[in-house]
């Protein structure tokens, strides 16, 4: 099953798996559905463009891929220690027991990038235990995009540059859905990934510690700082990088930002946005804090005040010029959401979001905009409370 294998580095290895037909079809499927009107949502909790094929009839397919082809893939580099490989075609794997031997569930989709759309996908790790992913799509047809690795999310280095790998039509990588990664920009045209996260249901039963292992801080090169999930992301990232994925060697002298400044201490402190006129109905005011890297919008719907980090979670977009709407007249209304909800737009992807609790209202995706206290004073002040420098 190695034939056309490779180590592109420690842990991530690739290898030939569809033909040029099969990716045409499966493309031309994912845009017939998508004409058609019927309903989808978001692949997964951060890409909001592409399609979950399980739930368009075809999870027996990959069912049987999985079964057939890729377990045996996945037992070979992924497994337990008498099936899993230590070298390959000469060169060490580096790869460790994540299930692969009992891949048994999977969720299998398809992701879609271009400028104007998802252009990136930020740093994270995945939802599954053995990732394959799939170029789907001529490499003549985007520039830019290219996958980025990180570390092991368990491991003091997980946020130190790895490896960059640019997807081919029709071959597979193959890494630990544990291992930090991301796609750095798109700079034109428009790519697509089938991506198949897979599972051992009996791993995971047996190795639950392990799953909760995850290191939150430590070292970290700026090419694997994530503003979904690193708290320290603006004080480390210069902010003129911010909210993009850029290539490692491109980055502000490739330095690591462990070595940038010490952080200041902050405090939290209620600050003055502008008189209670300033932000009528359904209008918004925006506050920069320069030295501390911070923007906030306040909002006003229906009467009350809102408040929250301007920047959108999905790319950074001003949320403070978007439109504001009820909820119920943009999604069905789930978990603790109320009709009356308001919801912001953001202007730049259109990705909306509820005012009271920060949630995006798209079906399946979790991004969250950070939100504030705000309140008027006695002089009628708008006042939001915020974490400011400590200057004492």
Not at 80 to 88: A, F, G, H, K, P
Not at 174 to 190: C, M, N, P, Y
Not at 296 to 306: C, E, M, S, T, Y
Request: aromatic share 8%; net charge negative; proline share 4%.
């Amino acid at each position: 099953c190695f034939v056309g294998c490779r180590v592109e580095a420690p842990g991530i290895i690739s290898f030939p798996a569809f033909s040029d037909e099969f990716c045409e079809l499966l493309l031309a499927e994912v845009k017939n559905y998508h004409a058609s009107g019927l309903p989808s949502r978001a692949p997964n909790s951060m890409n909001n463009y592409g399609l979950i094929l399980n739930s368009i009839g075809l999870r027996s397919v990959f069912d049987r891929l999985l079964q057939e082809v890729f377990l045996a893939m996945g037992a070979r580099l992924f497994g337990d220690d008498s099936e899993r490989v230590l070298r390959l075609n000469g060169v060490d794997v580096c790869t460790e027991d994540w299930g692969g031997s009992s891949l048994d569930d999977h969720h299998s989709f398809v992701v879609q990038y271009k400028p104007s759309q998802d252009k990136h996908l930020d740093m994270h790790i995945d939802e599954c235990d053995v990732t394959f992913n799939f170029g789907i799509t001529p490499e003549g047809n985007f520039d830019g995009n290219d996958l980025t690795f990180c570390g092991m999310f368990d491991k003091a280095d997980h946020r130190k540059y790895h490896h960059t790998y640019k997807h081919q039509k029709g071959r597979c990588v193959v890494h630990s859905g544990k291992r930090r990664h991301g796609a750095l920009d798109i700079t034109s045209g428009e790519r697509a990934s089938l991506i198949m996260w897979t599972k051992s249901r009996s791993f995971r039963r047996s190795n639950s510690k392990r799953y909760r292992a995850m290191v939150r801080e430590g070292e970290a090169d700026l090419v694997c700082l994530s503003y979904t999930h690193d708290k320290d992301y603006k004080d480390l990232m210069p902010q003129k990088s911010q909210f993009s994925m850029i290539p490692h060697d491109e980055h502000p002298s490739a330095e690591s930002a462990a070595a940038r400044k010490e952080l200041p201490r902050r405090t939290k402190a209620w600050v003055r946005i502008g008189d209670d006129k300033d932000v009528p109905e359904g209008g918004s005011k925006m506050l920069h804090l320069a030295e501390e890297n911070e923007q906030i919008a306040v909002f006003r719907h229906r009467g009350k005040l809102f408040a929250l980090d301007n920047r959108c979670a999905h790319m950074g977009g001003p949320l403070c010029e978007g439109d504001l709407e009820d909820l119920g007249t943009r999604a069905q209304v789930q978990g603790e959401a109320r009709a009356e909800d308001g919801v912001i737009r953001c202007p730049r992807h259109g990705m909306c979001f509820n005012l009271r609790t920060g949630q995006c209202v798209v079906e399946g995706s979790q991004l969250h905009q950070r939100t504030y206290p705000v309140l008027t004073n006695h002089s009628n002040d708008i006042m939001v409370q915020v974490e400011v420098i400590d200057r004492s």
